[in-house]
């Protein structure tokens, strides 16, 4: 029997794995599943392998306070060569570009295990944005056997530099598995509720940003603008899970103390989360998830970046980027009050990010990836 090892270790991986780790159990008769946890982030994570019903076989419980991106590479590195030699994977699996997915692959490349990468194709093309996740990807790129592509634009991206097509498939993101699968079995929980009924009948704007390339002058001028925005309508009420990064709360102390109408709450579970999104007038975000997530459930969002690797949310019309500048973000808020057009497009548009089935879909292209290498399936 092969044995499929999933690694993850924040927040956007467990969401986006869930899915894949729940398709390869619906095959344990043919394979093996080993889920492990770099636990890279360690609060913001543990509610959701919980929520997402994932059951971690290992934990490296790398993360210590203060800890610099080389030292979690270093640990998770170091970690995973026991653990490689005693579980034996056949293909080891990771997501997107966080510095987990960058250990795990170069581990297994170093053991000689394939490696296959969900979510395969994104690229800003500056290097150094966001950084390092840019080059995180492109080096996983280098290191991968398998590439999952979400959209055409990704696939077309690997062709480019050089993957071979039968190398890739075109699968979706499993993020719209998540939600869809999380939407529909939940309800917002008591707190929330309760949140949500005192701003009823408003228009809401839901808030993230937690960016490294936004901290500093930049996140403070969107928040400036954000409240200012807010001041100016009575009938605005924004929500802001802050994100427990030390550089956001003390942006959020700055510019968000005393303001009227504007709810900076602990981050949010991530079946919340999807409830708060689906109340949302307007979304305002840096995140990468956020994008995906915004044209699953039909809102408008502005990405509050100068640049991203999700050109399909732009493209389809649901999303506008808004760059560093406060004074645009505050000229595309009042836009948007006025703006009904751009509502009606994001409500009818087809999502560019799949249509839930990528978890199978993968284990779909596993299944014959294994069965090519060997003849057997
Ligand atoms: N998210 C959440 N609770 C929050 C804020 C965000 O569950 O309070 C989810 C969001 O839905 C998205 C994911 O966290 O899917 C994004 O994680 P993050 O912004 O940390 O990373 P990125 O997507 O930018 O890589």
New binding site residues.
Partial sequence: MRTILTLFG???EI?KLAPVIWALERRSETWRSVTVSSSQHTDLLRPFIRELDINVDHDLAVMTPGQTPNAVLAKVLTALEPLFLAEKPDLVLVQ?DTTTAIAGALAAFYARIPVAHVEAGLRTGNRLSPFPEEMNRRLITQLADLHFAATPNNVDILLAEGVQKECIALTGNP?VDALQRILGRSTASPKLAQLLDSISGKRLIVL?T??RENFGQVMSSHLKALRRFVERHSDVELVF?VHPNPSVRTAVDAEFSGAGRIHCIE????TD??HLLSRAWLVASD????QE?APSLGKPLLVLRDTTERPEVLDCGVGRLVGHSGERLEEMLETALVDESWFDTVRTTKNPFGKGDAGEQIASAIERFFTTKTGDA
């Fill in positions: 924040t927040r956007p969401i997107g993020v993230t937690h960016r899970p981050p949010l579970e991530y989360f999807l995140s990468g998830g956020v997530e």
